[in-house]
């Protein structure tokens, strides 16, 4: 009994942070929703006026869901790279998905492009794409044979990082009527609202998360070694590409439709290995338990701090995250983390 409560207590206490960041995330913002009335609406008991049941049901219940997913897909993508890199700096961005993601949106922008036949879902489906196929070249560039060496896949990720990054700077250099719209997009934030991103997000993430809460396991053989793995019967290669697939199609979805919002896939994941241990089993659950209130948390500061100006989240996200990812490195800096 001791041992299974043991097991249980971080993800009740991380649903419990959780839970407590979206009931915060609803009721803060330029109209106050006291938090026992917002309950009783959730419930199907309605007390509040028309005005602030449509607040809360089409303006802030989407964007919280959003924003919740967006922190749980980086947190989670952000777990399965440490893990199959075998790295604490590796981060959702490691191999590409933001530079390409970027690069995508920015070219939509300064085309001028703010209607089309995808209509203003444009700039996130361009940044999605570009994600994608920033991980593809990469791919195919460190792939040697049947094998993909985990060294020329970063090696190669920093290169076109760096490639996609300057053309984007280029493009933007050269479209100054956007300049302002794709610095506010590369900033980080969820600029879209309603439902319809939600409903839109949501199938990529079901399917990519699920394989990665499904992949515990063969994430903790890896932690012995790519030759050890294999004379255990793992079948190496094929994992590294279901994860590397996994964990690219989560962050270039949180991506497209948020915007590169970083720390987020590096901190939380680092921190709660330090806090709970390494077996992906338990982390990668909690890593999105984790990942999705923290992101929430910083989005209601941005929404709040200097209201009613929004700050973008992701210098938020960057301002807190350096001190705190620093303090946890000297926390730790006479103990074995990894």
């Given at each position: 009994?001791?041992?299974?409560?043991?097991?249980?207590?971080?993800?009740?206490?991380?649903?419990?942070?959780?839970?407590?960041?979206?009931?915060?995330?609803?009721?803060?913002?330029?109209?106050?929703?006291?938090?026992?009335?917002?309950?009783?609406?959730?419930?199907?008991?309605?007390?509040?006026?028309?005005?602030?049941?449509?607040?809360?049901?089409?303006?802030?219940?989407?964007?919280?869901?959003?924003?919740?997913?967006?922190?749980?897909?980086?947190?989670?993508?952000?777990?399965?790279?440490?893990?199959?890199?075998?790295?604490?700096?590796?981060?959702?961005?490691?191999?590409?998905?933001?530079?390409?993601?970027?690069?995508?949106?920015?070219?939509?922008?300064?085309?001028?492009?703010?209607?089309?036949?995808?209509?203003?879902?444009?700039?996130?489906?361009?940044?999605?794409?570009?994600?994608?196929?920033?991980?593809?070249?990469?791919?195919?560039?460190?792939?040697?044979?049947?094998?993909?060496?985990?060294?020329?896949?970063?090696?190669?990720?920093?290169?076109?990082?760096?490639?996609?990054?300057?053309?984007?700077?280029?493009?933007?250099?050269?479209?100054?009527?956007?300049?302002?719209?794709?610095?506010?997009?590369?900033?980080?934030?969820?600029?879209?609202?309603?439902?319809?991103?939600?409903?839109?997000?949501?199938?990529?993430?079901?399917?990519?998360?699920?394989?990665?809460?499904?992949?515990?396991?063969?994430?903790?053989?890896?932690?012995?070694?790519?030759?050890?793995?294999?004379q255990l019967g793992l079948?190496?290669?094929?994992?590294?590409?279901?994860?590397?697939?996994?964990?690219?199609?989560?962050?270039?979805?949180?991506?497209?439709?948020?915007?590169?919002?970083?720390?987020?896939?590096?901190?939380?994941?680092?921190?709660?290995?330090?806090?709970?241990?390494?077996?992906?089993?338990?982390?990668?659950?909690?890593?999105?338990?984790?990942?999705?209130?923290?992101?929430?948390?910083a989005d209601l500061l941005?929404?709040?701090?200097?209201?009613?100006?929004?700050?973008?989240?992701?210098?938020?996200?960057?301002?807190?995250?350096?001190?705190?990812?620093?303090?946890?490195?000297?926390?730790?800096?006479?103990?074995?983390?990894?």
């Amino acid at each position: 009994m001791t041992t299974a409560f043991l097991f249980r207590r971080p993800f009740l206490l991380n649903a419990l942070i959780l839970a407590l960041a979206l009931l915060l995330s609803i009721a803060l913002g330029s109209v106050f929703i006291p938090p026992q009335d917002l309950l009783q609406a959730l419930m199907g008991r309605s007390v509040l006026s028309s005005t602030s049941t449509t607040i809360i049901y089409e303006i802030r219940l989407p964007h919280t869901l959003l924003v919740a997913l967006t922190g749980a897909a980086l947190a989670g993508s952000g777990t399965a790279y440490q893990g199959l890199f075998r790295n604490p700096l590796a981060d959702p961005y490691l191999i590409g998905v933001a530079s390409g993601a970027g690069l995508g949106a920015v070219f939509v922008m300064a085309q001028q492009w703010p209607q089309t036949l995808l209509g203003f879902y444009t700039i996130p489906a361009a940044a999605f794409l570009g994600a994608l196929m920033a991980v593809a070249v990469v791919y195919s560039i460190a792939r040697l044979g049947k094998t993909v060496p985990v060294t020329t896949l970063i090696l190669a990720g920093v290169a076109v990082s760096s490639f996609a990054t300057a053309l984007s700077s280029f493009i933007m250099l050269y479209s100054n009527n956007e300049l302002r719209r794709a610095l506010a997009w590369l900033l980080g934030g969820a600029a879209l609202s309603g439902w319809p991103p939600v409903v839109a997000i949501l199938p990529y993430l079901v399917l990519s998360l699920g394989i990665l809460l499904f992949s515990g396991h063969q994430l903790n053989v890896l932690q012995l070694g790519e030759e050890q793995a294999q004379q255990l019967g793992l079948p190496v290669e094929r994992v590294k590409l279901l994860l590397i697939v996994a964990a690219s199609l989560a962050a270039a979805a949180a991506v497209a439709f948020s915007g590169m919002i970083g720390f987020i896939g590096l901190i939380v994941p680092h921190a709660l290995r330090l806090i709970w241990g390494g077996d992906h089993r338990r982390l990668l659950p909690l890593s999105m338990l984790g990942g999705a209130a923290a992101l929430l948390l910083a989005d209601l500061l941005a929404r709040t701090l200097f209201a009613p100006e929004v700050v973008p989240v992701g210098i938020l996200t960057a301002l807190a995250g350096v001190p705190f990812f620093l303090w946890l490195l000297r926390r730790a800096k006479a103990q074995m983390f990894w």
